[in-house]
């Protein structure tokens, strides 16, 4: 069958992503085909069961390989290590069925955006286009590259002037129309499967057919007890499966359903803003964001104006979060390369809600749309669920073993049966019959439904436990488990973060610190003042919101929160911004209040926050806020106390979270929206230390002495301090006391592509660089031996881990074989910490709560979520209980359904092998012994 891929043109689907797939083109043949529908009658139907089962031969056996571009049948294969096939169907649409006259020649293009896809996939002169439909995503044919490419989005190729240039004043009518002809509409159609094809889905199992198989063996010759009672527990199995499939079918649809049934606002090109609903959106069209709590229906680029956003249906986080527009510049790069690592600040994602448009100089807020239906961020997230990473489960492995044994057993029997009768002279008919009972007798025909039944009532017993399952195989998998990955804010630790005090500083360093536990108010400065001013938070209907650390650095100032143009106006003030102010109680502050002219928003990749403030009748101010040693890199050298590491040291051991704050004045004759960030955060002057306190979960302790008891792994991985994580990694005794942690750190050297790697044990700092080599360096023999007693724990920070896996990557196994602690982890490099871990042969469960985690959920065997929200359909497992309790009890109930699995196999083997050896004993006695009439009796 190789011979097909080496004559047949292929190519790769979704190159470089996590559903690369090789496409190869195949043109069906009149006479294969009519050859396969006489095999389908006289084989019964068995045949195109088998296609059925087996597409890539249904394929095979109809079609001839050919071009991609000639092909009316492509074949696809995924390039993972299951290489699964599914064949699709060439389908062509015609432009001719528009109802607007296009009225183009052959070589005009026939929208204006002459690089867009569309352009490239129309065949002229008769405007069609070739396209094929996988996994609920439209791909059409690129005539000038010669493949198939993804359609139903803006190219990222295009630079910001670009898309403000061809979207800036919306699309014309006969360009949506197109759009919207080739691209499909913008949905998330996911219909609720009907019981019938479910339960033919199911019927159509080869195990279920080999069972009919077996049935009507038994029932012909009269074995109705055994017959019937397979019969009840099959029913009864596919019942429960149906059912499950069928509820999951259910949440699916109602969890998507909204999302199509939205009113919009869209500019149209000669014809001002439209209403329309959001079905009919197509990417390029300019949306006019009006009012409070509007809920996004397809992926969209900020251009005018700033939006506050609940994520929290994406992310599990329900932190309003600050998007602003796209930026207006003259470089030809795309767009997400000049918005540096965090483009996603200016996106609004599918499936999120703006709680607060603002409105800029224009006074609208505009967005153009990026992706749409399936193509979306929502939309993603229903394919993971619609269909799921395949599983590579050693026991389903061994089983398909098992099964192949007992059929090769059985055909050694059937030989030796049909040689017992033949020479016994009995009739064929008898002989037939006698022959097909070994394979029933040798192959339990009962295997499926019993497993299915162990499983569906494990996952009645999670669901009692408050634990939801959307995959229930991955059940088995729990029991497997031996190593869990935690993430520590949320999951560990509880959500809230009480604000332990402030630690101020001046040049002559850093001054006592002041403890908000007494109730003083702290004195006015620009400590106050950025502690007032420098956060995200909105008013919303007379309620402060937003970021938990936020809200509690605000309420500490008891300063108050309003807008500008509601209830007073400020000279040079723009309305409708944000105003803080003291309270009418304070006194000694010699301002009336500070305007939020304008934010950089808080970024994860950045990890620092910068907003532009102006005192009423004062100076305008740039305050900064974010992790310490990011803060303290963008402040003047002599505004950062010498003791800066020492100080931020002793508040991260003892598992305090530390943030930094600094400052500085800008000229007043620049507006704050023309200010670059880089020119704003330069030459800061370094404020403080804000301590937070971020205390353990109360069942955190005792589940983790549980697995470490139960000899499975448990490692940290988290966005946090390093030194914090590792305080709260020996409080919670993932690290245990007479334990010892080796710090890894590895840097690049600046200007070469060598790098260097230093490791510290207690006071004890050693280095060794490479240049541009792959070393492997036993960091054990640095070891003393009164250390070794202990045992050692690595810990190391995102930055390292990244740095190692690029230049030393055989040492990478041997820290993460000790590897606890990871720190200062990006979302990417959560899930390459999973993936690595996998690699060792590890099977790895995933704990966490935040968008942070979503790709490592979906990348470990088992992932956990503890959040409800939307986020949580890409991780197998939820927990409706907010901690870690969970994660024994899902690997019990695992191993528990492995057991069950396990005596399922030998008790259907055994019960095999016994009728089977008694069928031979009596078979080998009676032919030597009795008549071959009483044989036949």
């Not at 070994?438 to 996952?459: D, R, W």
Request: aromatic share 8%; with cysteine.
């Amino acid at each position: 069958m190789g011979d097909h891929f080496e004559k047949g043109q292929h190519t790769l689907l979704n190159e470089g992503e996590e559903n690369e797939m090789e496409i190869f083109g195949y043109r069906t043949q009149g006479c294969r085909k009519t050859l396969c529908l006489a095999g389908s009658i006289f084989s019964f139907g068995i045949l195109p069961l088998v296609f059925y089962w087996r597409p890539a031969w249904h394929v095979w056996a109809n079609c001839v390989p050919c071009s991609l571009q000639e092909a009316d049948v492509v074949l696809l294969r995924t390039t993972d290590e299951f290489q699964t096939y599914s064949r699709k169907k060439v389908m062509w649409i015609h432009l001719s069925s528009l109802n607007s006259e296009l009225g183009v020649t052959p070589d005009h293009p026939v929208i204006t955006d002459e690089e867009y896809i569309i352009n490239r996939a129309i065949r002229k002169p008769d405007l069609k286009v070739r396209c094929i439909k996988v996994q609920k995503i439209r791909y059409v044919w690129n005539n000038l590259e010669g493949q198939f490419q993804k359609i139903g989005c803006l190219e990222d190729w295009l630079s910001s002037a670009k898309i403000h240039l061809k979207f800036g004043s919306g699309l014309t009518k006969e360009e949506q129309e197109i759009r919207r002809l080739i691209c499909g509409p913008n949905t998330i159609d996911v219909e609720i499967t009907p019981i019938w094809k479910l339960l033919v889905k199911e019927v159509l199992n080869p195990f279920y057919i080999f069972q009919l198989f077996s049935v009507c063996l038994w029932f012909s010759e009269d074995y109705k007890e055994y017959a019937f009672a397979i019969i009840i527990m099959s029913i009864m199995s596919i019942a429960l499966t149906v059912y499950d499939l069928r509820e999951q079918s259910v949440k699916l649809h109602r969890l998507v359903e909204s999302h199509n049934s939205i009113t919009v606002s869209v500019c149209r090109r000669k014809a001002g803003v439209q209403e329309l609903e959001s079905r009919f959106l197509v990417p390029g069209d300019l949306l006019v964001l009006t009012g409070n709590k509007v809920q996004m229906p397809c992926d969209a680029i900020l251009i005018d104006g700033s939006c506050v956003v609940d994520e929290g249906m994406l992310t599990g986080e329900s932190i309003p979060v600050t998007k602003t527009p796209l930026p207006k510049t003259e470089s030809s790069e795309p767009w997400k390369t000049q918005s540096e690592a965090d483009y996603k600040r200016h996106v609004l994602f599918c499936g999120t809600e703006i709680i607060q448009a603002k409105g800029a100089c224009s006074g609208t807020v505009k967005a153009v749309v990026l992706q749409t239906g399936f193509n979306t961020a929502k939309g993603d997230l229903v394919r993971s669920i619609l269909y799921p990473k395949p599983m590579n489960f050693k026991l389903y492995r061994d089983a398909i073993m098992f099964l192949l044994c007992l059929v090769g057993t059985a055909t050694i029997g059937m030989i030796y049966t049909l040689c017992v009768y033949v020479l016994s002279g009995e009739p064929p008919e008898e002989v037939v019959k006698k022959v097909l009972d070994v394979i029933t007798i040798a192959v339990p025909p009962a295997l499926p439904a019993a497993l299915t039944t162990g499983i569906i009532y494990a996952q009645r017993r999670l669901k009692k436990r408050g634990i939801f399952c959307i995959s229930p195989q991955r059940i088995n998998v729990c029991g497997q488990i031996n190593l869990v990955c935690f993430d520590k804010t949320g999951t560990l630790t509880r959500d809230g973060l009480d604000l332990w005090g402030v630690v101020p500083c001046d040049r002559s360093g850093f001054q006592e610190i002041h403890s908000f536990a007494s109730g003083r108010s702290l004195p006015w400065g620009p400590l106050c003042a950025a502690m007032a001013s420098c956060h995200s938070l909105i008013l919303l209907d007379g309620t402060i919101q937003g970021d938990p650390v936020d809200l509690k650095m605000f309420e500490a100032t008891t300063w108050e929160m309003a807008v500008s143009g509601e209830d007073f106006h400020i000279t040079g003030v723009p309305a409708h911004a944000m105003v803080v102010k003291p309270c009418k109680t304070a006194s000694q502050v010699p301002v009336e209040g500070i305007a939020i002219l304008h934010q950089f928003p808080f970024s994860s990749a950045l990890q620092r926050m910068t907003v532009i403030a102006q005192e009423m009748g004062g100076d305008r101010l740039a305050f900064m806020k974010g992790a310490p040693e990011r803060v303290a890199s963008f402040c003047q050298p002599e505004t950062v106390p010498t003791s800066f590491v020492s100080e931020l040291q002793s508040y991260t051991t003892q598992g305090f979270r530390v943030i930094a704050l600094a400052y500085k004045k800008l000229e007043m004759d620049h507006h704050s929206t023309a200010l670059t960030r880089d020119k704003v955060e330069s030459d800061l002057i370094f404020l403080g230390l804000l301590i937070l306190e971020n205390q353990l979960k109360d069942e955190t302790k005792p589940v983790l002495e549980e697995l470490i008891s139960a000899r499975i792994r448990t490692v940290m991985v988290t966005g946090d301090n390093l030194q914090t994580a590792i305080t709260v990694a020996r409080k919670s005794g993932m690290v245990s006391e007479n334990q010892k942690v080796i710090l890894i750190e590895a840097n690049e050297t600046t200007g070469s592509s060598s790098a260097s790697i230093t490791w510290k044990l207690v006071e004890e700092k050693k280095q060794i660089s490479y240049r541009n080599k792959d070393n492997y360096i036993n960091i054990r023999e640095d070891v003393s031996d009164n250390d070794r007693e202990g045992g050692y724990h690595f810990a190391l920070s995102g930055k390292s881990f990244q740095v190692i896996s690029q230049h030393f990557s055989s040492l990478l196994p041997k820290i993460l074989i000790n590897g606890t602690i990871f720190a200062r982890m990006s979302p990417g490099q959560k899930s390459s910490l999973v993936e690595e871990f996998q690699k060792l042969d590890y099977f790895v469960g995933m704990c966490g709560d935040g968008a942070n985690d979503c790709g490592a959920l979906k990348m470990a065997h088992v992932g956990i979520s503890l959040s409800e929200q939307e986020a949580s359909v890409a991780s197998p497992f939820t927990s409706k209980t907010p901690n870690i309790e969970c994660v024994p009890h899902l690997i019990k109930e695992g191993r528990a359904a492995l057991v069950t699995s396990f005596c399922m196999f030998k008790y259907m083997a055994l019960y095999s092998m016994i009728q089977r050896q008694t069928v031979f004993q009596i078979t080998s006695f009676c032919s030597k012994i009795w008549p071959s009439q009483l044989l036949l009796a």
